[in-house]
């Protein structure tokens, strides 16, 4: 068995300027350079605060319902007859993402700093629910913004952000998705930064909301680790997760930065095909650039305008990610794949029937390589699969996808 | 002395406030934007602003988006912008040239072959507003190579600390953003601009130019009473696409003739006057 240490090396990016290595950093406009200043200083003292990581620990738990379990998928691994698959089970977690996870952090820094207005961009709806939910319960006035596309193809969670007292505004620019959601949230900071906090829902966005979203999230992966060590007395082999902006992803692999043994990959929304060019996988075939206030891996047309994106997955549908995973990439500590839209189906289906668990869509593409991979490993490898969330939401769009009449 | 800075020299001995159109390069195409922009400075233009196209302008209003989508249409590039400033260059337009944009085409483009290929095409400085003091230092270097100058933004969230870094690295002129908000035509011209104004004077000896919101005669008359230059975008865009396409030039021309009147400022004192040897 090998011996567990606890790091003694140290990783402490992104450095003073947010910069993690050449990606990240604050592209922003000038109104907004005060207020990001101001929220940079605020998260410091509560970082630092006995009784604000208190609150946050204690709602986590009992409100969120954290931990989440560590599962050994046992039926799954012996189809797939190879590694043992556990499933960290973030579709457990109140609302059914991990999104929560940030989104009460965010909000009450928010509370913290006086701010009683909230505003939140949306994909597949996960972040714009998980919001709503802390802003009622955190009596918060509660804004999101969420593309056209989006509002259409996730009505369920539009109708639940409603009952839950926010206002979804459709947002009707570019591709009328998740970007241009993120792009009118901007807009909306910008007139109204005196009384508004922005929680953006992933490790993207301006410094500090990469560092902010993923210390949030490192939850998942703090627990996976100890979880982990309890239940097998050993780290896993590998660490597989979903990455859209990539906030599960950096939850759950964070935490294991200074395990080496540990191999983390990162899956991206390969859509129609990586080679036809209509998929959201900008680490898998994009380049650096600029977009949303940092520097990160990119979809770019040749004139440096930001593609728009294709994939079945609302969640994963967004031409940039987190600058975090640009530097991951590069120094070569996670790996990136990608898995189609049709792979992703396969791998929803694979784990509806072979566990009882309906996965979102967007774990469904990491579910997809746990199930190339595993076949390929001994039986006592050992691989964590972060199921970032449930797939009640994606039930409509499955069923239109197989041809199935509701 | 570059030609920005000798416009606005010009203009403060006339006694006179800039006027500075913003156009979208592209928009529809561009041939229209090289029939618009020399309309404009027959109306009274001082400085003209280029604006390069981007698929996600967070700082713009809906005017502005809309013209962004039309010039995209029509697949105009970074590279297509600078062809223009060369070609109004060639046409014999003498009037500073300002390139605005977002920072991604340019940082895709190269950064130093932009700064580069700005300068031979005849352009004077380059209005990024996504680009603040803290990530600003390799176009500004680039840019500087070349005499270009980068023209920051200032704004009322701007803090005194953050007026002095940006006062410290400007050149050209400030760019004074008169309101909370994204860019587009408002009725009312911003009453907080003025202590806004006040505080960039503390610290700098450049021109000051207002902009966002400004559209109406008496907007740019209280800009004048001010500052020394005022930029017309989102009201001017409204026009020209209300116009019929081939009367474009002229309904350019005539608005901004219209604001032009407004931008007197105050009669420079007689003793002033003397100063500069007139007669």
Same mark, same amino acid.
């Given at each position: 068995?090998?011996?567990?240490?606890?790091?003694?090396?140290?990783?402490?990016?992104?450095?003073?300027?947010?910069?993690?290595?050449?990606?990240?950093?604050?592209?922003?406009?000038?109104?907004?350079?005060?207020?990001?200043?101001?929220?940079?200083?605020?998260?410091?003292?509560?970082?630092?605060?006995?009784?604000?990581?208190?609150?946050?620990?204690?709602?986590?738990?009992?409100?969120?319902?954290?931990?989440?379990?560590?599962?050994?998928?046992?039926?799954?691994?012996?189809?797939?007859?190879?590694?043992?698959?556990?499933?960290?089970?973030?579709?457990?977690?109140?609302?059914?993402?991990?999104?929560?996870?940030?989104?009460?952090?965010?909000?009450?820094?928010?509370?913290?700093?006086?701010?009683?207005?909230?505003?939140?961009?949306?994909?597949?709806?996960?972040?714009?629910?998980?919001?709503?939910?802390?802003?009622?319960?955190?009596?918060?006035?509660?804004?999101?913004?969420?593309?056209?596309?989006?509002?259409?193809?996730?009505?369920?969670?539009?109708?639940?952000?409603?009952?839950?007292?926010?206002?979804?505004?459709?947002?009707?620019?570019?591709?009328?998705?998740?970007?241009?959601?993120?792009?009118?949230?901007?807009?909306?900071?910008?007139?109204?930064?005196?009384? !508004?906090?922005?929680?953006? =829902?992933?490790?993207? &966005?301006?410094?500090? #909301?990469? /560092?902010?979203?993923? +210390?949030? @999230?490192?939850?998942?992966?703090?627990?996976?680790?100890?979880?982990?060590?309890?239940?097998?007395?050993?780290?896993?082999?590998?660490?597989?997760?979903?990455?859209?902006?990539?906030?599960?992803?950096?939850?759950?692999?964070?935490?294991?930065?200074?395990?080496?043994?540990?191999?983390?990959?990162?899956?991206?929304?390969?859509?129609?095909?990586?080679?036809?060019?209509?998929?959201?996988?900008?680490? !898998?075939?994009?380049?650096? =650039?600029?977009?949303? &206030?940092?520097?990160? #891996?990119? /979809?770019?047309?040749? +004139?440096? @305008?930001?593609?728009?994106?294709?994939?079945?997955?609302?969640?994963?549908?967004?031409?940039?990610?987190?600058?975090?995973?640009?530097?991951?990439?590069?120094?070569?500590?996670?790996?990136?794949?990608?898995?189609?839209?049709?792979?992703?189906?396969?791998?929803?289906?694979?784990?509806?029937?072979?566990?009882?668990?309906?996965?979102?869509?967007?774990?469904?593409?990491?579910?997809?390589?746990?199930?190339?991979?595993?076949?390929?490993?001994?039986?006592?490898?050992?691989?964590?699969?972060?199921?970032?969330?449930?797939?009640?939401?994606?039930?409509?769009?499955?069923?239109?996808?197989?041809?199935?009449?509701? | 002395?570059?030609?920005?800075?000798?416009?606005?020299?010009?203009?403060?001995?006339?006694?006179?406030?800039?006027?500075?159109?913003?156009?979208?390069?592209?928009?529809?195409?561009?041939?229209?934007?090289?029939?618009?922009?020399?309309?404009?400075?027959?109306?009274?233009?001082?400085?003209?602003?280029?604006?390069?196209?981007?698929?996600?302008?967070?700082?713009?209003?809906?005017?502005?988006?809309?013209?962004?989508?039309?010039?995209?249409?029509?697949?105009?590039?970074?590279?297509?912008?600078?062809?223009?400033?060369?070609?109004?260059?060639?046409?014999?337009?003498?009037?500073?040239?300002?390139?605005?944009?977002?920072?991604?085409?340019?940082?895709?483009?190269?950064?130093?072959?932009?700064?580069?290929?700005?300068?031979?095409?005849?352009?004077?400085?380059?209005?990024?507003?996504?680009?603040?003091?803290?990530?600003?230092?390799?176009?500004?270097?680039?840019?500087?190579?070349?005499?270009?100058?980068?023209?920051?933004?200032?704004?009322?969230?701007?803090?005194?600390?953050?007026?002095?870094?940006?006062?410290?690295?400007?050149?050209?002129?400030?760019?004074?953003?008169?309101?909370?908000?994204?860019?587009?035509?408002?009725?009312?011209?911003?009453?907080?601009?003025?202590?806004?104004?006040?505080?960039?004077?503390?610290?700098?000896?450049?021109?000051?130019?207002?902009?966002?919101?400004?559209?109406?005669?008496?907007?740019?008359?209280?800009?004048?009473?001010?500052?020394?230059?005022?930029?017309?975008?989102?009201?001017?865009?409204?026009?020209?696409?209300?116009?019929?396409?081939?009367?474009?030039?002229?309904?350019?021309?005539?608005?901004?003739?219209?604001?032009?009147?407004?931008?007197?400022?105050?009669?420079?004192?007689?003793?002033?006057?003397?100063?500069?040897?007139?007669?």
């Amino acid at each position: 068995m090998q011996t567990i240490e606890q790091p003694t090396d140290t990783y402490n990016l992104p450095d003073a300027n947010g910069r993690f290595g050449e990606f990240g950093g604050k592209y922003a406009p000038e109104t907004l350079m005060a207020a990001l200043t101001e929220l940079e200083q605020a998260y410091d003292q509560a970082k630092n605060d006995v009784a604000f990581g208190r609150e946050l620990h204690d709602l986590s738990r009992h409100y969120v319902g954290r931990p989440t379990p560590l599962y050994h998928a046992k039926k799954l691994s012996a189809e797939l007859g190879g590694a043992q698959i556990y499933l960290k089970r973030e579709d457990l977690a109140h609302t059914g993402a991990h999104k929560i996870n940030n989104a009460l952090g965010q909000a009450l820094l928010a509370k913290r700093m006086g701010k009683q207005r909230i505003i939140a961009e949306t994909g597949a709806g996960q972040h714009g629910v998980a919001t709503a939910t802390v802003c009622a319960m955190l009596g918060l006035e509660c804004i999101v913004y969420m593309g056209e596309v989006d509002v259409h193809r996730q009505s369920l969670n539009v109708f639940r952000m409603k009952l839950l007292g926010a206002r979804v505004e459709a947002v009707k620019s570019g591709g009328r998705t998740l970007k241009d959601a993120i792009n009118e949230a901007i807009r909306d900071w910008v007139t109204n930064v005196e009384t !508004t906090f922005y929680i953006i =829902g992933s490790v993207v &966005g301006m410094h500090p #909301y990469p /560092m902010m979203v993923r +210390d949030f @999230q490192s939850v998942i992966g703090r627990e996976a680790r100890a979880q982990c060590i309890e239940q097998i007395g050993r780290l896993p082999d590998y660490i597989v997760a979903c990455v859209g902006g990539g906030s599960n992803a950096m939850g759950i692999f964070h935490p294991f930065y200074h395990d080496r043994s540990v191999k983390l990959i990162g899956v991206e929304a390969g859509g129609a095909g990586i080679e036809t060019g209509r998929h959201a996988a900008p680490l !898998t075939a994009g380049t650096p =650039g600029v977009l949303h &206030g940092a520097r990160s #891996y990119l /979809m770019q047309t040749a +004139d440096g @305008q930001v593609m728009d994106t294709e994939s079945i997955s609302a969640g994963l549908d967004y031409p940039g990610v987190g600058p975090e995973h640009s530097y991951f990439k590069d120094s070569g500590r996670a790996t990136y794949t990608s898995a189609t839209d049709a792979q992703a189906l396969e791998g929803f289906k694979l784990l509806c029937r072979a566990e009882g668990i309906i996965p979102a869509l967007e774990p469904s593409h990491a579910m997809y390589t746990v199930s190339q991979l595993a076949p390929t490993l001994p039986q006592d490898a050992v691989i964590i699969l972060n199921l970032s969330g449930r797939g009640d939401k994606d039930i409509n769009t499955v069923a239109a996808v197989l041809g199935v009449e509701l | 002395m570059s030609r920005i800075a000798e416009t606005f020299a010009n203009l403060k001995r006339e006694g006179a406030t800039a006027i500075i159109p913003y156009v979208m390069c592209g928009d529809p195409d561009v041939a229209t934007t090289l029939a618009v922009v020399p309309a404009l400075i027959a109306g009274g233009a001082d400085l003209v602003e280029l604006g390069v196209p981007f698929s996600d302008p967070i700082a713009e209003g809906p005017t502005i988006q809309r013209a962004a989508e039309r010039a995209l249409a029509s697949h105009t590039s970074l590279a297509d912008c600078l062809g223009v400033a060369q070609q109004l260059r060639d046409q014999g337009v003498a009037a500073p040239l300002l390139l605005m944009g977002y920072y991604n085409p340019i940082h895709h483009y190269g950064i130093v072959r932009f700064a580069e290929h700005a300068a031979a095409a005849g352009v004077d400085g380059v209005i990024v507003p996504d680009l603040p003091p803290e990530e600003a230092e390799e176009l500004t270097t680039a840019l500087k190579a070349k005499e270009l100058d980068l023209i920051f933004l200032l704004t009322p969230t701007s803090t005194d600390e953050r007026i002095t870094r940006v006062c410290k690295l400007a050149s050209g002129f400030i760019y004074c953003v008169s309101l909370l908000g994204v860019t587009g035509a408002r009725t009312e011209f911003s009453a907080s601009v003025g202590s806004l104004v006040e505080r960039i004077h503390q610290h700098t000896d450049l021109p000051i130019a207002i902009g966002f919101g400004i559209s109406r005669p008496e907007h740019i008359a209280a800009a004048s009473a001010i500052a020394d230059g005022a930029v017309i975008g989102s009201a001017l865009i409204d026009r020209l696409t209300a116009a019929p396409a081939s009367d474009r030039a002229n309904a350019g021309r005539e608005y901004i003739a219209e604001l032009k009147t407004a931008a007197q400022r105050l009669k420079p004192s007689p003793l002033e006057g003397r100063g500069l040897g007139e007669e």
